[in-house]
């Protein structure tokens, strides 16, 4: 940390200095955890879907047809959730 005092502020290494330093306090609390995961994809893909058809749910078209998707993926996600695959037909 004190080698950052000889780097200029404005270069590139200047901030990845600063990045690494602000974050120090994860880094070793990662390092110090050997069964977190370095990645937090598993989340991510989990959310996407949501994340995706809330964009795309807000031109549906009217409210009876949002209540009737909204009803749907309920479904979905519990029988998800239930260990049923809801693609099985």
Do not use: C
């Not at 937090?40 to 549906?60: D, M, V, Y």
């Amino acid at each position: 940390m004190a080698h950052r005092l000889e780097i200029p502020d404005k270069s590139v290494s200047a901030w990845v200095m600063d990045y690494s330093i602000k974050r120090w306090k994860a880094l070793v609390m990662f390092i110090d955890a050997a069964q977190l995961p370095i990645d937090n994809n598993l989340i991510e893909n989990t959310i996407r879907p949501i994340a995706i058809g809330r964009s795309n749910w807000k031109f549906i078209g009217s409210l009876m047809a949002e209540q009737r998707v909204v009803a749907i993926l309920s479904l979905i996600q519990s029988a998800k959730m239930n260990g049923r695959d809801p693609t099985y037909t």
